[in-house]
Every structure is written in structure tokens, then in C-alpha cells.
């Protein structure tokens, strides 16, 4: 048996309430499409069948021969939705330190006078 939550601790997460993995979605939308357009597909072909005889039924498989596509582009693409809202700043780390390098002091004089500077100064 486990312990009792304590009261403002977060809640574990639970293996049943997991999504299925990502090649199991993909492979339930591509099932969805291909049936969609096998539909689609049926319906091209009453279209074709009933064009001459009967009018109203060629419209309306028409009419689905053009929605359907949208509606299973759609449908195949609501798998796995993006998490949205703020996200938690990554953890930062404090920058190293650069290495530093010991100077060693340099003692620059003046010309003397009455001597020609250096070529170059």
C-alpha cells in the first residue's frame, strides 16, 4: 500500500493516463486517410455512374469527392498536439570564470632628451 500524499505535493504521473507512442498515432491517421480516400474514391465513381441517370445523386457524390480530401488532410493531422502555454525557463548555470593570465608589470619610460626616437614611434 502506499503512503498517503503529502497535501501541496505534486501528483505522480500515471502510466494509464500516457498517450500512445508516436508510431502508433502515426499509423491510426494514415489508416483514417487511407480510408478517407477510398471513400473519396467511391464517390468519383457513383459520380461517374449516376452522372446521366440520376443528377441529384452525381452532385452530391461530387460534393463529397471535393470536401472529402480537406476533411481527411485535417483529420490526419490532429494526432499528437502540440503542448502550448509558458514554458519553464531552462536552468541556468553561472558562466565559468575566464581563465586568467598573470601579467607581469611593464615599466614604459619617456625618451631622454636629446636622442632621436625610435624608428617605427
Known sequence: MSPAPRPGAPRPQSV???????TQDLRARQRRYITAMLV???????????WNRWPVLAVCALTGGV??????VVAAQ??????????????????????RAVLEPTLI??????TAPHPGT
Open 109 to 114: 619610460l619617456p625618451p631622454e632628451p636629446g
Open 78 to 99: 490532429a494526432g499528437w498536439p502540440q503542448r502550448r502555454g509558458t514554458r519553464s525557463a531552462p536552468a541556468r548555470t553561472a558562466p565559468a570564470p575566464a581563465a
Open 40 to 50: 473519396r474514391t467511391a464517390c468519383v465513381l457513383v459520380m461517374a455512374a449516376t
Open 16 to 22: 494509464t493516463g500516457a498517450r500512445p507512442g508516436l
Open 67 to 72: 470536401v472529402i480530401p480537406y476533411a481527411a
